[in-house]
């Protein structure tokens, strides 16, 4: 048996070089906020409980293992009932449980306490991203992982954060309470970040509630808890932690951005630049079902190349991008996508991977679509 | 197992033998040889059920992508889920009730001998449904065992139909199973085996039949609703039609928490008589482990929202669930002080039967204590859908329910086939297995601390070290196996013959019959005093 032993610790330790970081995380993190630290130490108290536990009983079965051997000569006895052994082991445990319950209540209330927030931010869960939408401050974008899929298939060495970074991170300013509502636009997503101790279950059709006040600036990061589908390890979450002014820069800077990028749809475009706009649109919103080669994954998820949508009539292939398709994954990307970013995609689905329709969509024309049906609600 | 009483029994010709040829196995209404079918397919299952568990290690080897796309990979865990809870662990105590419960009590057959065949066979048929639709376009189902709506319907692949059905199939047969089970029990009983004086694995088994008799129709209920809103336009679990994905929840765990109850209360009962066998000692406190085996199958319909935490229950809901959560472990805990007792002052010592048995204990303890932390609503929030709870169930679940299972086929196996167990070889299964097990999924505990959610087929790179300890460990696991399955068959084909007894410490009707025992046994009713 020791050599088993030997021989699986050799061939670990063989391995280790091919292992890029070398972190032998052990424990929960104690985070940066008040809760967080509250369970952090909760759940140290509870284990040492159990550690202690577990060493009495194995303490035990140990002793009687030793010394109670038939090899040493122990000669069975023969009582086999003690009521007073018995009702014993029975109420210390119930005595134990309720000095465990009493930290564990005094922390769960604190926590279900979601008053006095000072900023709203509506959490939605798609596949595969998340989008974040600060509710007073009118600003709305969605976050997607941007580890690139060389990475992923091992064609690219892996980044430090590799599978943890986004293109736009949620920022958040530091000390203020933040109330987040979580809901979901199609499956149930789990919206998680270690440091700040929130997980909450984005459920489509029901908003959940969870807040947080963040002690300390940095950069934290999560991941989507809850199977989602096949992409669900590739939704990551991260928190840019900012100062309260660091913060209210950012977001009026933010603010202008999106306020620009609502002007791009006013002007013409080229097909050369809805082209490569389209497949970046693409590849971070569209390839995770359809593929960046288009083929898909039928039939759940079916191909782009010369499907009869995509090379056919145009009206046809913007109503199913913009309103998605009742009863599949396919969702409605009115809501989610600017206008230049809707035309550039069908532009891009139209003339990419042989589909040489030739068809180019102004995103003026998407604009007009998009106001018109928003206008006749 | 076919040598089972053949010779045995000559002396008597109006007890006639087991017909010959394949039609045995078919039309078969005996116990011991349905019980024999019930442990082979569960065999059979466990390996297929384990290859996919080494796939899925396999590619948690490394980060990255290697083998298999997240597609399949989502396939392979809900695969591994499904075949190993119905395929693997269930019919594996179904088959040892089948064999153990009536020469236990004094029976000559279960209560309902063609229904029991009927039960066997539906399973294969099945389980063949299932693994289908690994052939099928859009391939098996990926929405995990425990298939949350709506990614099990609106977004489900095409053959969420045939799982459905599957399911079905093997909710018919655990009913059938089940209802065998308690007829046999209350009926046909010895004179003078009174409830009090019963073997404990015939009352864990009988107190699991009530478990699955009760929730198995809601898992039948719940798996319908699935079909007719992907098929007829219902809309149980879809928020857009009026329903709740929530709801889809509810139902599944009001099934789901006393199932994990099914699949170890019988393990309990295994345990209760090897550890007496071989501390040579009567087991301590009987009668609390009867009352203990009962409370938790009723504590076990009233915790199902801990799997839910993170739902969005309100304050009341969260305390509620929490405390009869942790009120479940007074009764277990009680077991375990019972088996720590009975070896007390015992006479001990370790055949194989009784190493797994122990590591049972011990291991199964570490699985019970990390239950009672992910108890704990507010840690749990950390917990929750991470590598920590998959550490816990597979600590409940495979040193618990399998080596429980494994103890017991050790156990019985003499008796079973008339031949003396190869301790030698009993022993190398057991050490590797041991190591195996701890080595797969004792890293697990703390890449779920860490912060790695579970079912996702790459994971950062701080995950990295763990996750490769896990799949050696996996494939250790794995692979000692086969030298279970060696052992199995070479003791079914030869070995010296074991005495009526068995081990010397064996006490009960079922050590009274010869080894092997004939093939109707107890035609007359023995006489318990």
Redesign the interface.
């Known amino acids: 048996m020791a050599s088993a032993l030997a021989f699986v610790a050799a061939l670990a330790l063989a391995c280790m070089p091919a292992v890029v970081s070398g972190a032998w995380e052990v424990n929960l993190d104690p985070g940066v906020t008040e809760i967080s630290r509250a369970i952090f130490d909760l759940h140290m108290t509870i284990f040492w409980i159990c550690v202690a536990i577990a060493c009495l009983v194995f303490g035990v079965m140990l002793w009687a293992a030793y010394f109670h051997r038939k090899s040493r000569g122990a000669v069975a006895k023969h009582f086999h009932e003690n009521t007073f052994l018995e009702i014993l082991w029975t109420l210390i445990p119930i005595g134990i449980l309720v000095l465990m319950a009493v930290p564990a209540t005094a922390t769960l209330i604190k926590i279900y306490d979601p008053r006095d927030a000072e900023l709203d931010v509506l959490v939605t869960g798609y596949q595969w991203r998340w989008r974040y939408q600060y509710l007073d401050q009118e600003l709305d974008y969605f976050s997607n992982m941007s580890t690139p899929m060389e990475q992923v298939t091992n064609q690219a060495a892996k980044g430090e954060n590799y599978l943890l970074e986004v293109d736009r991170p949620l920022v958040l300013p530091v000390g203020k309470k933040i109330r987040f509502l979580l809901t979901s636009n199609d499956v149930i997503h789990s919206w998680w970040v270690p440091a700040i101790a929130v997980k909450q279950d984005a459920i489509p059709g029901f908003v959940n509630e969870a807040w947080t006040v963040i002690d300390k600036p940095g950069i934290y990061r999560g991941q989507c808890a809850e199977l989602c589908g096949q992409n669900h390890a590739f939704m990551p979450i991260v928190l840019d932690v900012r100062e309260e002014e660091e913060f209210a820069a950012w977001l009026s800077e933010a603010q202008a951005e999106a306020a620009a990028a609502g002007q791009e749809s006013t002007r013409e475009w080229t097909m050369d630049e809805l082209m490569a706009r389209g497949e970046e649109v693409y590849n971070t919103n569209c390839a995770a079902c359809h593929q960046v080669t288009g083929a898909g994954v039928p039939p759940v998820f079916p191909a782009l190349v010369g499907s009869p949508v995509v090379t056919g009539d145009i009206a046809a292939h913007e109503a199913i991008v913009l309103q998605g398709k009742a009863g599949t994954a396919m969702q409605s990307f009115a809501s989610q996508l600017s206008a230049a970013d809707l035309a550039a995609v069908i532009t891009y689905e139209r003339n990419a991977w042989g589909n040489n329709t030739g068809d180019l969509i102004q995103p003026s024309a998407i604009a007009e679509k998009l106001s018109n049906a928003t206008g006749g609600e | 197992m076919s040598a089972v009483g053949t010779e045995v029994d000559t002396h008597d010709d109006h007890h006639h033998g087991p017909a010959r040829g394949i039609g045995r196995w078919l039309f078969t209404t005996n116990h011991k040889d349905i019980g024999t079918l019930y442990l082979f397919f569960s065999l059979i299952m466990f390996l297929i059920g384990g290859s996919m568990a080494l796939l899925i290690r396999a590619e948690l080897f490394?980060?990255?992508?290697?083998l298999i796309?997240?597609?399949f990979f989502?396939q392979m865990t809900t695969l591994h889920g499904l075949i190993m809870v119905f395929g693997a662990v269930m019919p594996a105590f179904v088959g040892l009730a089948n064999w153990m419960i009536p020469i236990m009590i004094g029976a000559p057959d279960m209560a309902l001998p063609r229904m029991n065949n009927w039960s066997f066979w539906i399973l294969p048929f099945a389980f063949a449904m299932l693994l289908s639709s690994l052939f099928m376009?859009?391939g098996a189902p990926?929405?995990?065992w425990t298939f949350?709506a709506?990614?099990s319907t609106?977004?489900a692949?095409?053959s969420v139909t045939y799982f459905v059905f599957g399911v079905h199939m093997m909710g018919i047969s655990s009913i059938m199973g089940a209802i065998n089970i308690i007829a046999t029990i209350t009926n046909m009983r010895a004179p003078g085996m009174t409830w009090m004086k019963l073997p404990l694995f015939v009352w864990t088994w009988l107190i699991t039949a009530f478990l699955l008799l009760a929730v198995m129709p809601v898992l039948a209920g719940v798996v319908t609703m699935v079909l007719t809103d992907v098929h007829f336009g219902t809309s149980f679990f879809?928020?857009?039609g009026g329903g709740?994905?929530?709801l889809f929840q509810h139902v599944f765990w009001f099934f789901g928490h006393p199932e994990v109850y099914i699949m170890i209360l019988p393990a309990f009962g295994i345990v209760s008589h090897i550890i007496p066998t071989f501390?040579?000692?009567?087991?301590?406190?009987?009668?609390?482990m009867v009352y203990a085996t009962a409370s938790i199958a009723v504590l076990s319909f009233t915790v199902w929202a801990h799997h839910m935490f993170?739902?969005?229950i309100p304050?009341a809901g969260?305390?509620f669930f929490?405390?009869a959560t942790?009120?479940i472990?007074?009764p277990t805990?009680?077991k375990?002080?019972n088996w720590?007792?009975t070896?007390?002052?015992?006479?001990?010592?370790?055949e194989t039967p009784m190493l797994f048995a122990?590591a049972f204990?011990?291991l199964f303890?570490?699985g019970g204590?990390?239950g009672?932390?992910l108890a704990?609503?507010?840690?749990d929030?950390?917990y929750?859908?991470?590598y920590f709870v998959v550490a816990h169930f597979h600590y409940v679940l495979v040193p618990g329910a399998v080596f429980g299972i494994m103890a017991g086929v050790y156990f019985w196996l003499p008796k079973w086939t008339g031949h003396v167990l190869d301790e030698r070889a009993g022993r190398r299964h057991f050490?590797?297995s041991f190591?195996g097990v701890n080595?797969t999924f004792f890293p697990m505990?703390?890449?779920g601390?860490?912060?790695m959610?579970?079912?996702?087929?790459?994971?950062?790179?701080?995950?990295?070290?763990?996750n490769?300890?896990a799949s050696?460990?996996a494939f250790?696991f794995g692979f000692s196996q086969l030298l279970f399955v060696w052992n199995v068959i070479s003791n079914i084909r030869k070995g010296r013959q074991a005495t009526d007894q068995v081990w010397e410490g064996a006490q009960g009707l079922e050590w009274e019959l010869s080894s092997p025992p004939p093939y109707h046994s107890f035609s007359e009713p023995p006489k318990v005093n």
């Open positions: 490394q980060p990255g992508l290697q796309e997240p597609g989502n376009e859009g990926n929405f995990g949350y709506p990614l609106t977004y692949p095409p879809n928020a857009a709740d994905p929530v501390a040579r000692k009567p087991l301590f406190g009987y009668a609390s993170t739902v969005g304050l969260e305390l929490m405390y942790m009120a472990a007074v805990g009680v375990v002080f720590m007792a070896m007390w002052r015992g006479s001990i010592t370790f122990l204990v011990v303890t570490i204590l990390s009672l932390m704990i609503a507010p840690s929030f950390q929750h859908d991470t050490w590797l190591i080595l505990h703390f890449i601390l860490a912060g959610p579970r079912r996702i087929p790459d994971y950062a790179l701080q995950f990295a070290d763990f490769m300890v050696i460990g250790l």
